[in-house]
């Protein structure tokens, strides 16, 4: 980086500092305001722990202080209790949403200029003005003007994003291969095993990530400077985040769209797929990317969605399929592969046993079964902890009789 280039990224990133600040100094009261009727006195960032455990994840401890703890719970479903900061046009979730990554890349200390500064403050104005904070608003408005200063004439908005977003939160829906009168059934929504009192049983469903557009495709035509890298780079986290386990592929489709790019292009998801390799996140034999606090080896969690999510059942981990088949049979015992199969794909908002289908429940079983956690042959499905469980009097043909 050239010494003008590094001064400018110094500046900018102190800017950028006092607009986070502003946020995490002004949101709390706000976040409070609107969990304290659902928490009976506990303090909200606890929440975010118990949502931590649900998923599978190291549960750490969270301030209510910090920014990105204040997004994520205004971003998330908070289990039982859905989306309580969510409104009809989804507003606060967009503009959440990009301050995440804004974030996200300002704790990691990336180059920025004082369009990310403007970007940044606008967005500020507006999540102000739509939670009714004028203090807050007329401050951001400050940073706002000042960014805009700086930029003089040189200040160059991305063509049609509106029209962007939008077409890109449009793609989102269910995809081609979902059945919407599926719906998971009762049993597979909830835990036998509660350590989240405040979350209480639910087992959380998928989410996919709200595709928000936060730049243009010049940032993709970049890659592989380092500035495009870092931005590039920024954005997976969050994806995978709220997403991971996620397939390389679709994680690269999102970030096309959030590049206002509504078609795939097969050299660009190289590029971001070697983007997403390269940020350390572990990447499996099935080409799924994991969050860094989640264990693979122990992870027994699922996601169960309706019909109507947006996400292709082959886009599922194998990992996470299998973990419903052996919710399945802890719940049921011995059963055949035919009521494995439709138990299994109905808590994942299918119903026809396509060839495609077949084939990577099979994936998924194998999986459960390569861990120990599953006993299946052509005919049924048993659960082989029942051994162990019961001692040595129980013998296979009484485990899947």
Known sequence: MRVHDWILSVTTNSSLGKVIDLLSLRLPPYIKGVLAPHLNGVDWPILLTELDKAKGKYPKAYSSSDLQAQLRVMTERLGPF??????????????????????????????????????????????????????GRDRAEEFRASALGELTGALKIPKSEESARLAAERR??????????????????????????LLGDSRLPFEPWPVTVIGDRSVLDALPKKWAKERVRALIAEIVEAEGPVLDDRLATLVLRSFGLERTYAARKKKIIRQASASGFHLDKAKFLWPADMDPANWTEFRPNDG??????????????????VAVVEQKGRL??????????????????????????????????????????????????????????????????
């Open 82 to 135: 859905g989306y309580p900061f969510s409104d009809p046009t989804r507003q606060i979730s967009t503009m959440a949403s990009e301050l995440r990554v804004t974030r996200n890349r300002w704790a990691h200390n990336e180059p920025s200029d004082w369009f990310d500064v403007f970007r940044a403050a606008d967005t500020a104005v507006r999540l102000f003005s739509f939670i009714g904070d004028t203090a």
């Open 172 to 197: 989102a829906g269910a995809p081609e291969d979902a059945d919407l009168t599926v719906v998971p059934s009762e049993s597979m929504t909830h835990r036998a095993v509660v350590d989240t009192p």
């Open 308 to 325: 109507a999510a947006d996400r292709p059942f082959t886009e599922i981990s194998p990992r996470e399929i299998g973990n419903a088949a």
């Open 336 to 401: 055949t592969r035919a009521e494995l199969d439709a138990e299994v794909l109905s808590t994942f908002g299918r119903k026809r046993r396509t060839k495609a289908f077949l084939k990577h429940l099979e994936s998924g079983y194998q999986t459960a079964v390569d861990f120990g956690r599953l006993g299946i042959d052509p005919e049924v499905a048993w659960d082989p902890t029942l051994k162990e469980r019961y001692g040595n009097s129980i013998s296979r043909n009484e485990a899947t009789r």
